[in-house]
Every structure is written in C-alpha cells, then in structure tokens.
T-cell receptor
Framework: DAGVTQSPTHLIKTRGQQVTLRCSPK?????VSWYQQALGQGPQFIFQ???????QRGNFPDRFSGHQFPNYSSELNVNALLLGDSALYLC??????????????FGPGTRLLVL | AQKVTQAQTEISVVEKEDVTLDCVYE???????LFWYKQPPSGELVFLIR??????QNEISGRYSWNFQKSTSSFNFTITASQVVDSAVYFC????????????FGKGTTLSVSS
C-alpha cells in the first residue's frame, strides 16, 4: 500500500517566481492537507481540501492557493515567491471522516529554496 | 486559543537510557485529539499515536509509552531503553473542534541517542 507521495523532492526558485507542488494521497483517503515547516519549527497548517474544495484555511496569504482533483490528488501553488517561503512543504492525507478527527498521514515533503 | 508547548528543545541520551518527552497543551474545547509524530532526518512525519480527550488510559506499544493527564494538560511520551534509531525530532500535536481539522504542532524536541 503506497503512502503519501509528493513531487518534486527539492526545488530551487528565485524571488517573484511561481511554484507548484504535487501530492498524491494514500489509497482510500479523500482529504488532503498542506503544511509549511520552516527550519527548526513545527509544521504550520496552510489549508485542507475535501471534495475538490478548500474546506479550511490557516493564516496564510492569498499567494498560497491549491486545488484538488477528482482522484483526490492535490496541488499547492505559491505565487510571487518571497525568501521567507523557503521551507519544507508537507502534504498529509486522511481517510473519510467517521466521527471526530481522523489521523493525518504525511508524505516526505518538498524542500523549497527561494533565492 | 489552542497551543502546544514542548519545552525541551534538545535531549541527548546514551543508548539503553529511558527518556521522556514532555508535551503540554492548551484548549478550552472539551473534545480534542492529541498526536505524536516522529520526524527522522529524511523529513517525513511518521504517525505514532492518537488519543482523544475522553480516553485517559495510558498506552504502551513496545518500547514506547504515553501518559495522558487531563488534570495537568499533558501528554508525555516515554521511550524505554532508547536506541540510536530513535534519534529524530518528535512533535506533539493538537486538534480541536475550534481549530477544525488542522493540526496544531509544538516546536518539537530533538532527541539524540548515542551509542
């Protein structure tokens, strides 16, 4: 059973550019969440997608946007990159809600460096 | 407000020592979930345990054990007879009704186990 996969693994961009990160959830999972993890910090919630719509959003600017496809895979887009966007971007998937909070399973992440 | 505090930034032990990682949480919700994740150098967050606020029973899984105490808002994690492979960053996380499905992470504790 394949876990959560993310691509690419590493990425280098320059300020002002745009970037797209991709995530495929675990089999049977229908919800995808994205987190940003700065060096030495805990992950920060960006947003969550369910049924191809953004269900919940954290405290991130509109430069961060996303999409979920019918096969439950997801993309994270960041426009007008800033140096401060350099981080590890983690995708997590979770199974259909069965009452309460389902466990989120994380992928290996994409390391983004903005120069 | 919801918050997770992991006061121990770094812990160093020698193999076979027992080590306890502390986690203190804040929430006014009566229903919430607590998690522990392990992050090895590869970057992927590995799920270890989920506990809901109504289940105060402590849990043991091999060398791992968790102590949940609502009276002190703590959810501590103990590794018995630590091994070099336990070296990683460990995160405690909280999910509440008010926070929706977002996970609120602490800043993590870096555990180094030497041989």
């Amino acid at each position: 059973d394949a876990g959560v996969t993310q691509s690419p693994t590493h990425l280098i961009k320059t300020r002002g550019q745009q970037v797209t990160l991709r995530c495929s959830p675990k089999s049977g999972h229908d919800t995808v969440s994205w987190y940003q993890q700065a060096l030495g910090q805990g992950p920060q919630f960006i947003f969550q997608y369910y049924e191809e719509e953004e269900r919940q959003r954290g405290n991130f600017p509109d430069r961060f946007s996303g999409h979920q496809f019918p096969n439950y895979s997801s993309e994270l887009n960041v426009n007008a990159l800033l140096l401060g966007d350099s981080a590890l971007y983690l995708c997590a998937s979770s199974p259909p809600l069965a009452g309460g909070q389902e466990t989120q399973y994380f992928g290996p992440g994409t390391r983004l460096l903005v120069l | 407000a919801q918050k997770v505090t992991q006061a121990q930034t770094e812990i160093s032990v020698v193999e076979k020592e027992d080590v306890t990682l502390d986690c203190v949480y804040e929430t006014r919700d009566t229903t919430y979930y607590l998690f522990w994740y392990k992050q090895p150098p590869s970057g992927e967050l590995v799920f270890l345990i989920r506990r809901n606020s109504f289940d105060e029973q402590n849990e043991i899984s091999g060398r791992y054990s968790w102590n949940f105490q609502k009276s002190t808002s703590s959810f501590n994690f103990t590794i018995t007879a630590s091994q070099v492979v336990d070296s990683a960053v460990y995160f405690c996380a909280l999910s509440t009704n008010q926070a929706g499905t977002a996970l609120i992470f602490g800043k993590g504790t870096t555990l180094s186990v030497s041989s």
